[in-house]
Nanobody
């Protein structure tokens, strides 16, 4: 059984920073890609950033230059450093893992609220 748990969300003023963490656990779980998605009220879930096992990264244009994704392969953890936060970054942030043998797995989400 696999478990994906996010932490680090909270309330921050515009211009501030937050760091999200995600830990994935599961017997023999080889995770090829780890990433973050977010869903704002009334909107579809959208891609934020991801990182491969080798360290290649992708970012949504809305967060490029402000967010940085990183991971620790040994611990099956991924992080999202969010700087210069804007009110439009307010959303529930979900961790996403892709690998074998469990396929794609999701965490329960962590709330990020940015006040203006």
């Amino acid at each position: 059984q696999v478990q994906v748990v996010e932490s680090g969300g909270g309330l921050v003023q515009a211009g501030g920073s937050l760091r999200l963490s995600c830990a994935a656990s599961g017997s023999n779980y080889i995770i090829t890609s780890m990433g973050w998605y977010r869903q704002a009220p009334g909107k579809l879930r959208e891609f934020v950033a991801d990182i491969t096992r080798g360290g290649s990264t992708n970012y949504a244009s809305a967060v490029k230059g402000r967010f940085t994704i990183s991971r620790d392969n040994a611990k099956n953890m991924v992080y999202l450093q969010m700087n210069s936060l804007k009110p439009e970054d307010t959303a529930v942030y979900y961790c996403n893992c892709k690998g074998v043998p469990y396929g794609t797995t999701w965490g329960q989400g962590t709330q990020v609220t940015v006040s203006s």
